[in-house]
């Protein structure tokens, strides 16, 4: 798992490094506009987020998973994910005052047709990352979005700062796209050949088209509560609505995500046995679990005082909405990983018919939700993340024979121990009245308390783990003298 390891660090790092960046400047933006002017951008965003899908994803898996590519199959999917964007970039500009009339805000026309360059310029890099992927090589990718997101990151904060408003957040998106390619092209150092082979198109094709259309359902939906909020309700209560998911995102949603991106091509590795694939999952699930259900759950507790410190009190009505997405990412950790198996199995075919059994079933909840007004529209989340958590484990017992029940068992442990934190973190801040000392000292509470439970109780083997750390320190400190 040495690979993995190292997999996961340098996952991390590209995906924080940018993450982070882009989360100080939402805070500034956040500070200086209305919840508003935010949900305006949000709209623009939820076309973005759906295109990308399309453009990305796709041939990138469909090349990790054929284990007998070689240069002409990473040229044909280089030539065709270009003349892809130039299509796509194409429908989105003649439909961008289509979608500000929609919304009936005539600002998205040209927000929407400058961010929309993205697609063309993220294009140029979808075999680059692919042959990362590929070898694992998440060092490179690191590199790249670092230097990327903080010369962008500086742009996009001096633009903030001056008063540019939401272009703010456009320009620096762009720059860090732009700069991200740049450095990629450099780094890999692979030269297409230009070459397009329709037999190879073809072949590739049958894996990635069926990949492209779950991605793109799932996508499709994810987005779609933002798109009733903006439409049905308002712009502000978008915004609000946008706020409380990026708090989640910026936790647990991107180390799911981290982790998942390690994941998809070491199960590829495995993909002819099913018991391997089977532990290799159980272990990614439990070991992002072991993070991310103490930080759902410290979050979920501190949500008031993290909301007024870093956005102010106009946000406030941000901080149930918060509370609604922690428990939703619970069932998320394991539905995350359970959809890589489809990528390594190469069942693709599956991968759809659940994405369209699950996006059925949430039309008929959203329908009813929005009904009843927009908490029970953010409340009814949580049903289809529990509907959609055991459909997707159902298809993973039918892949390759891993039950449900092994999968909750692998994380119980972690779920009470993360549970029993969160009621010390809470207990204590009842006594506190001042928000910074709340998001201070319920953080160091809660990293000890949750601590000291997994070493008593050897959750996820962490006595061994911690013991080992320990081991390691005092070998240097020999080696030192």
């Given at each position: 798992?040495?690979?993995?390891?190292?997999?996961?660090?340098?996952?991390?790092?590209?995906?924080?490094?940018?993450?982070?960046?882009?989360?100080?400047?939402?805070?500034?933006?956040?500070?200086?506009?209305?919840?508003?002017?935010?949900?305006?951008?949000?709209?623009?965003l939820i076309i973005m987020n759906v295109l990308q899908v399309i453009n990305e994803t796709g041939f990138g898996a469909a090349l990790m998973q054929k284990l007998d590519r070689d240069e002409l199959d990473f040229s044909t999917v280089f030539v065709f994910n270009i003349f892809l964007s130039l299509v796509l970039y194409g429908l989105l500009y003649l439909s961008a005052p289509f979608i500000a009339a929609?919304?009936?805000?005539?600002?998205?026309?040209?927000?929407?047709?400058?961010?929309?360059?993205?697609?063309?310029?993220?294009?140029?890099?979808?075999?680059?990352?692919?042959?990362?992927?590929?070898?694992?090589?998440?060092?490179?990718?690191?590199?790249?979005?670092?230097?990327?997101?903080?010369?962008?990151?500086?742009?996009?904060?001096?633009?903030?700062?001056?008063?540019?408003?939401?272009?703010?957040?456009?320009?620096?998106?762009?720059?860090?796209?732009?700069?991200?390619?740049?450095?990629?092209?450099?780094?890999?150092?692979?030269?297409?050949?230009?070459?397009?082979?329709?037999?190879?198109?073809?072949?590739?094709?049958?894996?990635?088209?069926?990949?492209?259309?779950?991605?793109?359902?799932?996508?499709?939906?994810?987005?779609?509560?933002?798109?009733?909020?903006?439409?049905?309700?308002?712009?502000?209560?978008?915004?609000?609505?946008?706020?409380?998911?990026?708090?989640?995102?910026?936790?647990?949603?991107?180390?799911?995500?981290?982790?998942?991106?390690?994941?998809?091509?070491?199960?590829?590795?495995?993909?002819?046995?099913?018991?391997?694939?089977?532990?290799?999952?159980?272990?990614?699930?439990?070991?992002?679990?072991?993070?991310?259900?103490?930080?759902?759950?410290?979050?979920?507790?501190?949500?008031?005082?993290?909301?007024?410190?870093?956005?102010?009190?106009?946000?406030?009505?941000?901080?149930?909405?918060?509370?609604?997405?922690?428990?939703?990412?619970?069932?998320?950790?394991?539905?995350?990983?359970?959809?890589?198996?489809?990528?390594?199995?190469?069942?693709?075919?599956?991968?759809?018919?659940?994405?369209?059994?699950?996006?059925?079933?949430?039309?008929?909840?959203?329908?009813?939700?929005?009904?009843?007004?927009?908490?029970?529209?953010?409340?009814?989340?949580?049903?289809?993340?529990?509907?959609?958590?055991?459909?997707?484990?159902?298809?993973?017992?039918k892949q390759i024979g891993l039950t449900l029940l092994k999968q909750i068992k692998s994380v119980v442990a972690i779920f009470l121990a993360a549970l029993s934190m969160a009621f010390f973190v809470w207990f204590v801040t009842l006594f506190l009245v001042n928000d910074i000392y709340k998001l201070i000292i319920g953080s160091i509470i809660g990293i000890f308390v949750y601590s000291i439970v997994c070493?008593?109780?050897?959750?996820?083997?962490?006595?061994?783990?911690?013991?080992?750390?320990?081991?390691?320190?005092?070998?240097?400190?020999?080696?030192?003298?």
């Open positions: 798992m040495n690979k993995a390891v190292k997999g996961v660090f340098w996952s991390g790092i590209e995906r924080f490094s940018t993450q982070i960046v882009q989360f100080i400047i939402s805070v500034i933006l956040a500070r200086l506009l209305l919840p508003a002017d935010f949900g305006i951008v949000a709209i623009t929609f919304f009936e805000q005539p600002i998205l026309t040209d927000l929407t047709r400058i961010l929309g360059l993205n697609l063309i310029i993220s294009s140029f890099i979808v075999v680059q990352r692919a042959r990362l992927f590929i070898k694992v090589d998440f060092k490179t990718q690191a590199k790249a979005a670092f230097i990327a997101i903080v010369i962008s990151g500086g742009v996009g904060i001096y633009c903030a700062y001056v008063g540019m408003g939401v272009m703010a957040l456009i320009i620096q998106s762009l720059l860090n796209n732009g700069i991200n390619t740049l450095l990629l092209w450099i780094f890999v150092k692979w030269q297409p050949k230009l070459q397009f082979s329709y037999s190879r198109f073809t072949g590739l094709f049958k894996y990635a088209y069926k990949l492209v259309l779950a991605q793109l359902i799932n996508r499709v939906f994810q987005e779609m509560y933002s798109l009733v909020i903006g439409k049905v309700y308002s712009p502000a209560q978008l915004g609000y609505f946008n706020r409380a998911k990026s708090f989640e995102q910026l936790s647990a949603n991107n180390i799911y995500t981290i982790v998942g991106r390690v994941s998809t091509p070491l199960l590829c590795e495995v993909q002819k046995d099913n018991d391997k694939m089977g532990q290799v999952l159980l272990k990614f699930i439990q070991n992002t679990a072991f993070i991310v259900y103490p930080l759902l759950f410290g979050m979920f507790v501190l949500a008031e005082p993290l909301i007024r410190v870093l956005l102010t009190d106009k946000w406030l009505p941000a901080v149930w909405i918060l509370k609604v997405l922690c428990p939703i990412g619970l069932f998320y950790v394991i539905s995350t990983f359970n959809r890589n198996v489809f990528n390594a199995t190469g069942r693709t075919d599956w991968a759809l018919e659940s994405e369209i059994i699950k996006k059925c079933i949430f039309v008929a909840i959203l329908a009813i939700a929005i009904y009843f007004g927009f908490k029970a529209l953010v409340y009814s989340q949580i049903l289809i993340a529990i509907i959609e958590f055991f459909i997707d484990t159902f298809y993973t017992k070493y008593m109780c050897n959750v996820s083997s962490f006595r061994e783990k911690f013991q080992l750390i320990i081991a390691k320190i005092n070998h240097g400190k020999k080696n030192n003298y």
